[in-house]
């Protein structure tokens, strides 16, 4: 489930980051509605690619697993890494 660089939407990648980042870099569980996006026009395969995007590069550690209903992805054991980190004030001037 592979996303290619074309493909990417940043803001995507912006609001996984940072809703760990708010809650203290590491959470038990977090999961993803669509209300997470800001009313924004994103799709749950969206987020789950770029969940998994963000899991394959390093920017979170921790697993994925499946949404049920409303949520549509959930990341276990869910850590922001400095690389995370770094990538929420380079890219998107968030410290």
């Not at 809650?23 to 969206?46: A, C, I, L």
């Not at 499946?66 to 990341?75: F, K, L, M, P, R």
């Amino acid at each position: 489930m592979s996303i290619s660089p074309n493909e990417r939407k940043d803001h995507i990648v912006y609001f996984l980051l940072n809703k760990i980042k708010e809650n203290g870099e590491s959470m038990e569980e977090v999961s993803y509605t669509k209300e997470d996006f800001d009313n924004r026009e994103v799709t749950q395969e969206e987020v789950k690619q770029h969940l998994q995007f963000a899991l394959d590069s390093k920017y979170l550690e921790g697993e994925m697993a499946e949404g049920d209903g409303s949520v549509w992805a959930t990341c276990k054991n869910a850590v922001l890494t400095t690389e995370g980190r770094n990538v929420l004030r380079k890219d998107f001037f968030k410290v």
